[in-house]
Protein backbone atom coordinates (compact mmCIF):
# COMPACT_ATOMS: atom_id res chain seq x y z
CA UNK A 1 0.00 0.00 0.00
CA UNK A 2 0.96 3.85 -0.70
CA UNK A 3 0.17 6.18 1.57
CA UNK A 4 -0.10 9.99 0.28
CA UNK A 5 1.33 12.60 2.49
CA UNK A 6 1.67 16.10 1.35
CA UNK A 7 2.08 15.38 -2.36
CA UNK A 8 4.53 12.31 -2.00
CA UNK A 9 3.38 8.74 -1.67
CA UNK A 10 5.44 6.11 1.14
CA UNK A 11 4.95 2.57 1.54
CA UNK A 12 3.52 1.63 4.80
CA UNK A 13 6.71 1.37 6.87
CA UNK A 14 7.71 5.21 5.97
CA UNK A 15 4.56 6.56 6.14
CA UNK A 16 5.01 8.49 9.19
CA UNK A 17 4.07 11.60 10.70
CA UNK A 18 6.01 13.86 13.64
CA UNK A 19 5.03 13.34 17.23
CA UNK A 20 4.85 16.62 17.58
CA UNK A 21 2.40 17.24 15.03
CA UNK A 22 -0.77 18.27 16.78
CA UNK A 23 -3.15 16.15 15.17
CA UNK A 24 -1.31 13.36 17.55
CA UNK A 25 -0.91 15.89 20.69
CA UNK A 26 -4.65 17.04 20.80
CA UNK A 27 -6.12 15.94 18.37
CA UNK A 28 -6.26 18.65 16.30
CA UNK A 29 -7.49 18.08 12.81
CA UNK A 30 -10.19 16.82 10.57
CA UNK A 31 -10.95 13.88 8.73
CA UNK A 32 -13.30 12.15 5.94
CA UNK A 33 -13.85 8.35 5.25
CA UNK A 34 -14.78 8.06 1.64
CA UNK A 35 -15.94 4.89 -0.20
CA UNK A 36 -14.58 3.58 -4.03
CA UNK A 37 -17.51 1.73 -5.93
CA UNK A 38 -16.36 0.52 -9.11
CA UNK A 39 -13.07 2.86 -9.91
CA UNK A 40 -15.34 5.65 -8.87
CA UNK A 41 -15.38 7.80 -5.80
CA UNK A 42 -18.58 8.26 -4.53
CA UNK A 43 -19.83 11.64 -3.88
CA UNK A 44 -16.14 12.80 -3.56
CA UNK A 45 -17.51 16.51 -4.14
CA UNK A 46 -19.83 15.77 -0.86
CA UNK A 47 -16.67 14.45 1.05
CA UNK A 48 -14.91 17.08 0.23
CA UNK A 49 -17.55 20.48 1.02
CA UNK A 50 -17.47 18.61 4.16
CA UNK A 51 -13.83 18.93 4.63
CA UNK A 52 -13.69 22.53 3.98
CA UNK A 53 -16.72 23.03 6.25
CA UNK A 54 -15.01 21.20 9.32
CA UNK A 55 -11.54 22.77 8.33
CA UNK A 56 -13.74 26.76 8.72
CA UNK A 57 -15.22 25.76 11.61
CA UNK A 58 -11.85 25.25 13.41
CA UNK A 59 -9.71 27.94 11.37
CA UNK A 60 -7.87 25.54 9.54
CA UNK A 61 -6.52 26.69 6.05
CA UNK A 62 -6.70 23.91 3.75
CA UNK A 63 -2.83 23.66 2.07
CA UNK A 64 -4.75 22.68 -1.24
CA UNK A 65 -7.66 23.53 -3.47
CA UNK A 66 -10.69 21.65 -3.39
CA UNK A 67 -9.79 20.24 -6.66
CA UNK A 68 -6.48 19.50 -6.01
CA UNK A 69 -7.78 17.27 -3.10
CA UNK A 70 -10.20 15.63 -5.11
CA UNK A 71 -7.21 14.69 -7.65
CA UNK A 72 -5.48 13.58 -4.69
CA UNK A 73 -7.86 11.11 -3.62
CA UNK A 74 -8.48 9.81 -7.20
CA UNK A 75 -4.44 9.48 -7.27
CA UNK A 76 -4.18 7.14 -4.40
CA UNK A 77 -6.78 5.17 -5.25
CA UNK A 78 -6.07 4.60 -8.79
CA UNK A 79 -1.73 4.11 -7.68
CA UNK A 80 -3.04 1.41 -5.04
CA UNK A 81 -5.52 0.33 -7.61
CA UNK A 82 -8.38 0.41 -4.83
CA UNK A 83 -11.45 0.28 -7.33
CA UNK A 84 -13.20 -1.10 -4.02
CA UNK A 85 -12.33 0.09 -0.98
CA UNK A 86 -12.45 2.66 1.75
CA UNK A 87 -10.90 6.08 1.63
CA UNK A 88 -9.20 7.94 4.91
CA UNK A 89 -8.46 11.45 4.55
CA UNK A 90 -6.88 13.19 6.77
CA UNK A 91 -5.94 16.62 7.00
CA UNK A 92 -3.79 17.61 10.47
CA UNK A 93 -2.85 20.58 12.33
CA UNK A 94 0.64 19.87 11.54
CA UNK A 95 3.95 19.88 13.56
CA UNK A 96 4.01 22.53 16.47
CA UNK A 97 5.41 23.09 19.55
CA UNK A 98 4.26 21.07 22.97
CA UNK A 99 1.80 24.23 23.82
CA UNK A 100 -1.53 23.99 22.59
CA UNK A 101 -1.62 26.56 20.30
CA UNK A 102 -1.97 25.82 17.15
CA UNK A 103 -0.29 29.24 16.30
CA UNK A 104 2.89 27.46 16.62
CA UNK A 105 1.99 24.74 13.69
CA UNK A 106 2.54 26.45 10.19
CA UNK A 107 2.23 23.60 7.91
CA UNK A 108 -1.26 20.96 7.91
CA UNK A 109 -0.02 17.83 6.90
CA UNK A 110 -2.63 16.00 3.98
CA UNK A 111 -2.96 12.15 4.32
CA UNK A 112 -4.38 9.79 2.47
CA UNK A 113 -5.23 6.24 2.99
CA UNK A 114 -6.88 4.14 0.49
CA UNK A 115 -7.54 0.09 1.47
CA UNK A 116 -10.01 -2.07 1.91
CA UNK A 117 -13.02 -1.44 3.85
CA UNK A 118 -13.90 -3.21 7.22
CA UNK A 119 -17.91 -3.57 6.70
CA UNK A 120 -20.28 -5.05 9.48
CA UNK A 121 -20.73 -8.82 9.21
CA UNK A 122 -22.70 -9.61 6.29
CA UNK A 123 -25.39 -10.99 9.07
CA UNK A 124 -26.24 -8.18 10.32
CA UNK A 125 -27.30 -6.52 7.14
CA UNK A 126 -29.71 -9.49 6.42
CA UNK A 127 -30.55 -10.40 10.32
CA UNK A 128 -30.23 -6.53 12.00
CA UNK A 129 -28.70 -5.41 14.29
CA UNK A 130 -28.91 -5.18 18.33
CA UNK A 131 -28.02 -1.94 19.98
CA UNK A 132 -28.40 -0.31 22.92
CA UNK A 133 -28.33 3.48 24.28
CA UNK A 134 -24.91 4.09 26.12
CA UNK A 135 -24.39 6.32 29.24
CA UNK A 136 -21.61 8.88 27.49
CA UNK A 137 -23.83 11.54 25.75
CA UNK A 138 -22.99 13.21 22.41
CA UNK A 139 -20.79 16.26 22.90
CA UNK A 140 -23.00 19.59 23.27
CA UNK A 141 -22.86 21.36 20.12
CA UNK A 142 -21.71 24.41 22.22
CA UNK A 143 -18.73 22.47 23.11
CA UNK A 144 -17.55 20.29 20.40
CA UNK A 145 -19.94 20.63 17.42
CA UNK A 146 -20.65 16.95 16.11
CA UNK A 147 -21.01 18.59 12.93
CA UNK A 148 -17.23 18.67 12.90
CA UNK A 149 -15.50 15.58 11.46
CA UNK A 150 -12.35 16.13 13.50
CA UNK A 151 -9.91 13.91 14.47
CA UNK A 152 -10.99 14.15 18.26
CA UNK A 153 -13.41 11.19 18.54
CA UNK A 154 -12.83 9.89 22.04
CA UNK A 155 -16.90 10.91 22.10
CA UNK A 156 -17.84 8.61 20.16
CA UNK A 157 -14.95 6.23 21.30
CA UNK A 158 -16.19 6.21 25.11
CA UNK A 159 -19.24 5.01 23.70
CA UNK A 160 -17.97 2.77 21.75
CA UNK A 161 -16.42 0.75 24.64
CA UNK A 162 -19.69 1.18 26.22
CA UNK A 163 -21.63 -0.74 23.40
CA UNK A 164 -18.68 -3.36 23.22
CA UNK A 165 -19.07 -3.74 26.95
CA UNK A 166 -22.96 -4.19 26.75
CA UNK A 167 -22.29 -6.71 23.66
CA UNK A 168 -23.54 -4.73 21.25
CA UNK A 169 -21.56 -3.59 17.79
CA UNK A 170 -23.31 -0.05 18.04
CA UNK A 171 -24.63 2.14 20.51
CA UNK A 172 -27.17 5.14 20.75
CA UNK A 173 -26.04 8.42 21.64
CA UNK A 174 -28.35 11.02 23.21
CA UNK A 175 -27.37 14.27 23.55
CA UNK A 176 -26.96 16.19 26.88
CA UNK A 177 -31.70 17.04 26.78
CA UNK A 178 -31.69 13.33 26.33
CA UNK A 179 -32.99 13.39 22.51
CA UNK A 180 -31.51 11.28 19.94
CA UNK A 181 -28.52 12.45 18.39
CA UNK A 182 -26.77 9.29 16.31
CA UNK A 183 -24.63 6.36 16.51
CA UNK A 184 -20.80 6.48 17.12
CA UNK A 185 -20.29 6.07 13.53
CA UNK A 186 -23.44 6.13 11.91
CA UNK A 187 -26.41 8.20 11.86
CA UNK A 188 -29.97 6.65 13.02
CA UNK A 189 -33.10 6.90 11.33
CA UNK A 190 -36.61 5.27 11.89
CA UNK A 191 -39.91 4.63 9.94
CA UNK A 192 -42.70 5.42 11.11
CA UNK A 193 -46.15 5.21 10.04
CA UNK A 194 -44.81 5.61 6.49
CA UNK A 195 -42.90 8.22 7.25
CA UNK A 196 -39.12 8.32 7.10
CA UNK A 197 -37.66 10.52 10.33
CA UNK A 198 -33.72 11.03 11.97
CA UNK A 199 -32.45 13.68 13.80
CA UNK A 200 -32.13 17.08 13.26
CA UNK A 201 -28.78 18.15 13.02
CA UNK A 202 -28.77 20.39 15.62
CA UNK A 203 -29.56 17.03 18.29
CA UNK A 204 -25.77 16.33 17.55
CA UNK A 205 -25.66 14.63 14.55
CA UNK A 206 -22.79 14.74 11.70
CA UNK A 207 -24.56 15.73 8.69
CA UNK A 208 -23.80 12.63 6.94
CA UNK A 209 -23.08 12.20 3.55
CA UNK A 210 -25.41 8.58 3.64
CA UNK A 211 -27.76 10.54 5.89
CA UNK A 212 -28.17 13.32 2.88
CA UNK A 213 -28.58 10.49 0.00
CA UNK A 214 -30.97 8.08 1.84
CA UNK A 215 -33.16 11.24 2.12
CA UNK A 216 -32.93 12.03 -1.11
CA UNK A 217 -33.83 8.41 -1.93
CA UNK A 218 -36.47 8.29 0.16
CA UNK A 219 -38.64 11.82 -1.06
CA UNK A 220 -37.71 10.35 -4.45
CA UNK A 221 -39.62 7.04 -3.89
CA UNK A 222 -42.57 9.09 -2.12
CA UNK A 223 -41.77 8.62 1.29
CA UNK A 224 -42.67 11.53 3.45
CA UNK A 225 -38.99 12.69 5.57
CA UNK A 226 -38.86 15.17 8.68
CA UNK A 227 -36.04 15.79 11.20
CA UNK A 228 -37.97 16.42 14.35
CA UNK A 229 -36.63 15.56 18.01
CA UNK A 230 -36.55 12.02 18.52
CA UNK A 231 -36.81 10.10 22.66
CA UNK A 232 -35.66 6.42 23.33
CA UNK A 233 -39.34 6.32 23.74
CA UNK A 234 -39.65 7.06 19.17
CA UNK A 235 -37.10 4.51 18.97
CA UNK A 236 -38.59 1.74 20.84
CA UNK A 237 -41.97 2.21 18.86
CA UNK A 238 -40.76 2.74 15.56
CA UNK A 239 -42.26 0.01 12.47
CA UNK A 240 -38.44 0.11 11.53
CA UNK A 241 -34.67 1.31 11.68
CA UNK A 242 -31.65 1.04 10.51
CA UNK A 243 -28.39 3.07 11.03
CA UNK A 244 -26.52 5.06 7.62
CA UNK A 245 -22.66 5.49 6.99
CA UNK A 246 -20.13 5.41 4.29
CA UNK A 247 -18.69 2.20 5.70
CA UNK A 248 -21.76 0.51 6.79
CA UNK A 249 -23.94 1.43 3.86
CA UNK A 250 -27.83 0.71 5.07
CA UNK A 251 -27.36 -1.72 8.28
CA UNK A 252 -31.20 -2.73 9.56
CA UNK A 253 -32.01 -2.48 13.34
CA UNK A 254 -33.74 -4.93 14.72
CA UNK A 255 -33.48 -4.71 18.72
CA UNK A 256 -32.52 -1.37 20.85
CA UNK A 257 -32.29 -1.71 24.47
CA UNK A 258 -33.86 -4.69 25.32
CA UNK A 259 -36.96 -3.44 22.77
CA UNK A 260 -37.54 -5.35 19.75
CA UNK A 261 -38.23 -3.11 17.04
CA UNK A 262 -41.12 -3.84 14.26
CA UNK A 263 -41.19 -7.15 13.51
CA UNK A 264 -38.33 -7.90 15.07
CA UNK A 265 -36.34 -8.38 11.33
CA UNK A 266 -35.66 -6.24 9.10
CA UNK A 267 -38.11 -4.12 7.27
CA UNK A 268 -39.74 -3.89 3.97
CA UNK A 269 -38.81 0.36 3.81
CA UNK A 270 -35.45 -0.11 4.53
CA UNK A 271 -35.03 -2.89 1.96
CA UNK A 272 -36.36 -1.04 -0.80
CA UNK A 273 -33.71 2.02 0.36
CA UNK A 274 -31.10 -1.16 0.26
CA UNK A 275 -31.67 -1.46 -2.89
CA UNK A 276 -31.88 1.53 -4.10
CA UNK A 277 -28.44 2.89 -1.98
CA UNK A 278 -27.01 -0.14 -4.31
CA UNK A 279 -28.24 0.54 -7.77
CA UNK A 280 -26.57 4.27 -7.05
CA UNK A 281 -23.12 2.69 -5.95
CA UNK A 282 -23.28 0.06 -8.48
CA UNK A 283 -23.11 2.46 -11.37
CA UNK A 284 -21.46 0.40 -14.31
CA UNK A 285 -19.84 2.39 -17.74
CA UNK A 286 -16.81 3.73 -17.53
CA UNK A 287 -14.54 3.64 -14.30
CA UNK A 288 -12.39 7.47 -13.79
CA UNK A 289 -9.65 5.35 -12.99
CA UNK A 290 -8.10 2.32 -13.35
N1 LIG B 1 -21.91 9.99 12.57
C1 LIG B 1 -20.62 9.88 12.90
C2 LIG B 1 -20.20 10.23 14.28
C3 LIG B 1 -19.68 9.43 11.95
O1 LIG B 1 -18.39 9.33 12.28
C4 LIG B 1 -20.13 9.10 10.65
C5 LIG B 1 -19.16 8.67 9.58
N2 LIG B 1 -18.30 7.67 9.91
C6 LIG B 1 -21.49 9.20 10.35
C7 LIG B 1 -22.34 9.67 11.33
C8 LIG B 1 -22.00 8.85 8.99
O2 LIG B 1 -21.62 9.83 8.06
P1 LIG B 1 -21.34 9.48 6.53
O3 LIG B 1 -22.62 8.95 5.98
O4 LIG B 1 -20.96 10.79 5.92
O5 LIG B 1 -20.26 8.48 6.50
Known sequence: MRIYIDGKFYDEKN????????????????????????GRVFKLKEHIDRLFYSAKAILLTLPLSHAEIM???????RRNK???G?????????IGTLGLNPNSCKQPSVIII?????????????????IITVPTVRNLHSALNPAIKSLN?????LAKIEANNGGCEEAIMLNAEG??????????FIVKAGQLLTPPLSAGALYGITRSVVMELARESGLAVAEPNLTRYDLFNADECFLTGTGAEII????????????????PVTARLVTKYHALTNVSGEPIYS
Open 82 to 84: VHN
Open 71 to 77: RAVVATC
Open 179 to 188: FVAECTGDNV
Open 15 to 38: AKVSVFDHGLLYGDGIFEGIRAYN
Open 153 to 157: YLNNV
Open 252 to 267: PVVKIDGRIIGTGKPG
Open 114 to 130: AGKIQLYPQGYYKNGLE
Open 86 to 94: YIRLVVTRG
